[in-house]
Structures are given as structure tokens and as C-alpha cells.
């Protein structure tokens, strides 16, 4: 279709033909057919400059409430011409610009606000051109077929994390003795590994060394949805979205009780999105 530019010199080359008309003026036809011949071939390069691109989007991660989903669209030239001014954008959003080379690829990080948690759904994405000379404009709508996960909005003034006296309930216990952590040296004892015998240490003849290691800290707290000040479910999401993080940066162990849900105290980047998860995709009682 043609663009402002596009009808403003659509209505320049009408007066230009009604005076040429007029004024019986051959220098004036030439003139007008010359520039519409120009403009139609620009017609045709605009098409061209977007057809048989290749598009691939990218799920995007998961995001908290109020971030913008990141949507990654790749897109690939093999046809052997530059693709140059390739706008895309979701939505009504301004749109973002690539120049993809002749055989090659163009990436481009599109962002879709996020208003709630739960699933967001990305929605339409809109490729569309202008080049060369911005007479018109060629465009595609495809459906992505793309939702983002979006986490609840951790609080902005969150509580500190829940303690108790009684492991399993909020509590902790010291280190045990294992084979995760190295926590020292001490005297040989009879029926010490030979394999934790430090024989550096040990050559100093100032006697023999074992070393010792602790297994990993025991230490975990329960999170509890019905235990969670909030005026309403989504001001107790929030809190147990930034005792989640909180628990999750001291590398402590933790477990959530929700309606329905039981996770058991752990402690790793894959317990941490589970139980963001489960709070974003809890239903509203």
C-alpha cells in the first residue's frame, strides 16, 4: 500500500498530468511517466525487499510481572540480495529496525510488556518495510503461537525470611560431617581414608593430616502461603516471591506449601524456577 509519501506524490503526478493535459506539454508527459514508471519499479523492490524471508521466533524466558517479555526473532536471507530496513513489532509498539545481509541473518529482541503473572501470551508479529524510497509499504502479520511465563512481582518492601527452631519448620541444622565442602585440617585418627590423607602437609614431619569436608548446610526454612502476611493473594504471592529469591541467594534450603502443592525444602536453579512457577500458575481462590 502506498504510504503518505506515497499518495503525496500520487497527487503531484495527477497535477502534473492535468496541466501537461492543459498546456499540451510533451516535456510534461515525459516528466509524469517517467516518475510513475519509477515509482512502480519502486513498488516491485519493496515487495521484494520482504519476500521469502525466513522467520524463526524464540520462546521467550520467563520474566516477573512488570518486565518485558524478550521475544528473539531471527531472520534469514538465501536468496542472495541484501534485505535492508526490515521493521518488526508486536502490537501497536514502535517498531524495531535490521538490515539483513545477502545469505545471512538478522536478530532482533523484541520486547512485549507484562502486566500480571501467569501465562502471556505474545501475540501477533508484525514484519513490514518501506524500502527503497518510502513510497510504500510492505508488510506480513504472523502469528507467533508464543506465550511467556511471567512470575508474580516481588514485593517492593519485603519482609525478612521466616525463622523457626525446628528443622523441617523453619529451622536449621550445623554442618554435617561429608564430602562436599573442605572445612580444614585436623590429626590423623585410626581408620581415616587414605584418600583424605593430606601427604603435603603430612611430609612437614609435624605429624600426619587428614583433610575434613562438611556436607552441605542443612539449614532450610518453610515458606507457607497461608502463613504469608498479605491483604490479599496477590500481596502474599508477592512476599513469597521475594522470600523465594532471598532464600534462594543465601543458598539456603527451602520448601513452599500452597493449596494443592507441596514442594519439598531443596536447593538449585531448577527448585528455584519450579517454585516461581507454581506461584505464578496458582489459581485465585
Not at 520474566?63 to 535492508?84: C, S, W
Request: with cysteine; aromatic share 8%.
Amino acid at each position: 500500500m502506498p504510504s503518505r509519501a506515497g499518495w503525496g506524490l500520487a497527487i503531484v503526478l495527477f497535477a502534473m498530468l492535468t496541466g501537461a493535459i492543459n498546456y499540451t506539454l510533451s516535456l510534461g508527459f515525459i516528466l509524469t511517466f517517467l516518475l510513475a514508471g519509477m515509482a512502480l519499479v519502486s513498488l516491485l523492490h519493496t515487495w521484494r525487499n520482504l519476500a521469502w524471508l525466513q522467520v524463526e521466533a524464540a520462546p521467550p524466558p520467563a520474566v516477573f510481572a512488570g518486565q518485558d517479555a524478550i521475544l528473539q526473532i531471527t531472520l534469514t536471507e538465501d536468496r542472495g540480495r541484501d534485505r535492508l530496513a526490515i521493521a518488526a513489532g508486536i502490537g501497536g509498539q514502535e517498531p524495531l529496525f535490521v538490515d539483513v545481509p545477502a545469505n545471512g541473518t538478522g536478530t532482533l529482541a523484541i520486547g512485549s510488556p507484562t502486566l500480571k503473572r501467569g501465562w502471556h501470551d505474545i501475540g501477533t508479529l508484525t514484519l513490514s518495510t518501506g524500502f527503497p524510497g518510502g513510497l510504500f509499504r510492505a508488510w506480513s502479520k504472523l502469528e507467533t503461537g508464543t506465550r511467556c511465563l511471567v512470575y508474580p512481582r516481588p514485593a517492593s518492601h519485603s519482609l525478612p525470611l521466616p525463622q523457626g527452631n525446628t528443622p523441617g519448620r523453619g529451622g536449621s541444622l550445623s554442618p554435617q560431617v561429608g564430602d562436599e565442602d573442605f572445612a580444614g585440617l585436623r590429626l590423623y585418627q585410626r581408620g581415616d581414608s587414605p584418600r583424605r590423607i593430606d601427604w603435603k602437609a603430612s611430609s612437614r614431619e609435624q605429624g600426619m593430616y587428614s583433610r575434613e569436608f562438611h556436607a552441605e548446610s542443612q539449614q532450610q526454612v518453610w515458606l507457607d502461603l497461608a502463613q504469608t502476611p498479605g491483604s490479599d493473594l496477590e500481596q502474599r504471592l508477592s512476599q513469597l516471591t521475594s522470600w523465594i529469591m532471598q532464600a534462594h541467594d543465601a543458598d539456603q534450603r527451602y520448601g513452599l506449601r500452597l493449596p494443592g502443592t507441596h514442594i519439598a525444602p531443596a536447593h538449585s536453579q531448577a527448585h528455584y524456577e519450579a517454585c516461581l512457577r507454581a506461584l505464578a500458575l496458582l489459581e485465585a481462590e
